[in-house]
Nanobody
Framework: EVQLQASGGGLVQAGGSLRLSCAVS????????MSWIRQVPGKEREVVSC?????????YADSVKGRFTISSDSNTENEVFLQMNSLKPEDTAVYYC????????????????WGQGTQVTVSS
């Protein structure tokens, strides 16, 4: 059974930081592209960042470049992280981790497996 368990969300003031974690099991971690995808009610899901060990690629949405950093650890635990700095109120959303059998892609439809989401709220 494939499981993606996201955690680390919360309430933070603008300018603050949060670190999201996603524990992954049931897939060969290094064979999948991993991403963080966010959704605001009434808006389409947006790939915030994605990374792929198979080709070493990493991408960021323009809105988070320079503020967010994606990383992964397959040595001890199969986990993917999103370090979010200089948070803004517009970063408020539910954040999902997701896995794709392709290389890293900013297309949400390419992700087959999704975690349950963690709420990030940034107050002004």
């Amino acid at each position: 059974e494939v499981q993606l368990q996201a955690s680390g969300g919360g309430l933070v003031q603008a300018g603050g930081s949060l670190r999201l974690s996603c524990a992954v099991s049931g897939i060969t971690f290094d064979d999948y592209a991993m991403s963080w995808i966010r959704q605001v009610p009434g808006k389409e899901r947006e790939v915030v960042s994605c990374t792929s060990k198979s080709d070493g690629s990493t991408y960021y949405a323009d809105s988070v470049k320079g503020r967010f950093t994606i990383s992964s650890d397959s040595n001890t635990e199969n986990e993917v992280f999103l370090q979010m700095n200089s948070l803004k109120p517009e970063d408020t959303a539910v954040y999902y981790c997701a896995a794709s059998p392709t290389t890293a892609t900013m297309m949400t439809d390419e992700y087959d497996y999704w975690g349950q989401g963690t709420q990030v709220t940034v107050s002004s």
